[in-house]
C-alpha cells in the first residue's frame, strides 16, 4: 500500500510510554500544532548570487508554533504535551527526533509528508532567512482524527495552546472547531495563528488570543503601531467576545496586556546584546507566560515574562532556543504602565 493510501491513525510517540510512568500527573499544557516542519538550519559565512554557496550544517530540529511552545514550556521547568500531524518519511524523522529531544508527545499520522524548512544563517552578516513551504494537505477524517486525539489528551488539562499555521484542506473554521472542543472539556484555549482561520476562530472566542503587528493589522486594516492602536484593537476583542484576554505584541516597544480589568503597557527592557532574529520570538513569549498562567500567575505578570522571553529571543540567530537565564534576568527590567 502506498504512503497516499494509508488511513490516518492516531499513534503515540515510541517513547510516551516510558515518559507516561515516570510523569504521573497529567500536563499543564497541551498544544497542538496541525502543520509541523524539521527545520534544516544551514550556516554560510556569506551568501554568494553566484558560484556555490558552501555551508555546513548547524541544526537539524523539529519546529512548528505548539510544538516549539511545549519545548519551551519544559525549558521553563512545567509541564507539555504537544499533539501534532506527521506524514511520509519526513513525519517518521519528526517523531524520532522529538523522542531524542525528550519532548513528550503525541503524533497523528497524515497521508502527505511533513514539510520541510530552510534556515540560512549568514555568519558575516549574522543575518537568518527563514523559508518556510506550504506543507501538506490534509482531508476530513485526518482534521477529525486530530480533533479526537486532542480531545483525549487535553481531558482535565486546564490550558490548550493552539499555535501555527492551518495546513491546506481544512475549512477555516477548525480553529473555532478547536475552541468548542477545549471550552465543552473545561479547557481555556490560547490562541496564535493568521489568516482566515484567525478570523473564525475569534467569532468562536477564545480565552487569550496572541497576535504581532502584521495579523493585527489584518484584523484592523491598518497598520497598529504604538499602544493607542494595540488598545483599540484590543479593546475591540473583549467587547466582542473574542478573546477575555487579548495580548498584542509591538516589536521592540513591547507588548499590551487587555482583560476585563484594564490595559496595561509592558515596556521590552534593554538588550544586553545585539539583536539577532525575531523567528522564535512569538513562540518564545506564549510559551513563557502560558507557563506562568499554568502557574496560577496573574495575566499581566505572565506577560511580563512573556516580553521578556521574547526579547532573550531576539539574541539568539535563527531559530536557535532562547537562554532561559537570560529571560528570567530580563523580566525585573520590563516596565508597565496602566492597568
Known amino acids: 500500500m502506498n504512503a497516499a493510501a494509508t488511513p490516518a491513525r492516531a499513534t503515540a510517540a515510541t517513547s510516551e510510554g516510558k515518559r507516561g510512568s515516570e510523569q504521573t500527573a497529567r500536563p499543564a499544557v497541551v498544544t497542538l500544532t496541525m502543520n509541523p516542519t524539521i527545520d534544516l538550519c544551514w550556516e554560510v559565512e556569506r551568501l554568494e548570487r553566484i558560484g556555490k554557496n558552501r555551508a555546513r550544517v548547524r541544526a537539524v530540529a523539529v519546529g512548528g508554533g505548539g510544538i516549539n511552545v511545549a519545548r519551551h514550556i519544559v525549558r521553563f521547568g512545567g509541564r507539555a504535551?504537544?499533539?501534532h500531524t506527521a506524514g511520509g518519511e519526513v513525519g517518521l524523522r519528526l517523531n524520532r527526533l522529538l523522542d531524542e529531544e525528550g519532548i513528550d508527545h503525541v503524533a497523528v499520522d497524515i497521508a502527505d509528508n511533513t514539510r520541510e524548512?530552510?534556515?540560512?544563517?549568514?555568519?558575516?552578516?549574522?543575518?537568518?532567512?527563514?523559508?518556510?513551504?506550504?506543507?501538506?494537505?490534509?482531508?476530513?477524517?485526518?482534521?477529525?482524527?486530530?480533533?479526537?486525539?486532542?480531545?483525549?489528551?487535553?481531558?482535565?488539562?486546564?490550558?490548550?495552546?493552539?499555535?501555527?499555521?492551518?495546513?491546506?484542506?481544512?475549512?477555516?473554521?477548525?480553529?473555532?472547531?478547536?475552541?468548542?472542543?477545549?471550552?465543552?472539556?473545561?479547557?481555556?484555549l490560547i490562541l496564535d495563528t493568521s489568516g482566515p482561520a484567525l478570523r473564525a476562530a475569534l467569532a468562536e472566542g477564545v480565552f487569550l488570543f496572541r497576535c504581532n503587528r502584521t495579523e493585527a493589522e489584518s484584523l484592523t486594516g491598518r497598520a497598529v503601531i504604538d499602544f493607542d492602536d494595540a488598545r483599540a484593537l484590543n479593546e475591540h476583542l473583549l467587547t466582542t467576545g473574542a478573546a477575555e484576554i487579548a495580548v498584542t505584541t509591538l516589536g521592540a516597544l513591547g507588548a499590551l496586556c487587555s482583560?476585563?480589568?484594564?490595559?496595561?503597557?509592558?515596556?521590552?527592557?534593554?538588550?544586553?546584546g545585539t539583536p539577532l532574529s525575531d523567528a522564535g520570538a512569538g513562540d518564545s513569549m506564549v510559551a513563557a507566560l502560558t507557563t506562568e498562567l499554568a502557574a496560577g500567575e496573574d495575566p499581566v505578570s505572565a506577560c511580563a515574562l512573556g516580553v521578556a522571553t521574547a526579547a532573550a529571543a531576539m539574541l539568539t540567530p535563527s531559530t536557535e532556543p532562547f537562554d532561559v537565564d537570560v529571560a528570567r534576568s530580563l523580566r525585573p527590567l520590563v516596565r508597565t504602565t496602566g492597568g
Open 81 to 83: 504535551t504537544a499533539v
Open 117 to 188: 524548512a530552510l534556515v540560512l544563517f549568514e555568519a558575516g552578516s549574522r543575518h537568518s532567512y527563514h523559508v518556510v513551504p506550504p506543507g501538506p494537505r490534509l482531508n476530513e477524517h485526518e482534521g477529525r482524527q486530530c480533533l479526537e486525539v486532542l480531545e483525549r489528551c487535553a481531558a482535565s488539562c486546564p490550558y490548550v495552546v493552539a499555535s501555527g499555521s492551518l495546513p491546506g484542506g481544512l475549512p477555516d473554521d477548525y480553529f473555532a472547531t478547536v475552541a468548542r472542543h477545549v471550552r465543552k472539556a473545561g479547557g481555556r
Open 259 to 272: 482583560t476585563a480589568d484594564g490595559h496595561t503597557e509592558l515596556y521590552a527592557p534593554p538588550l544586553p
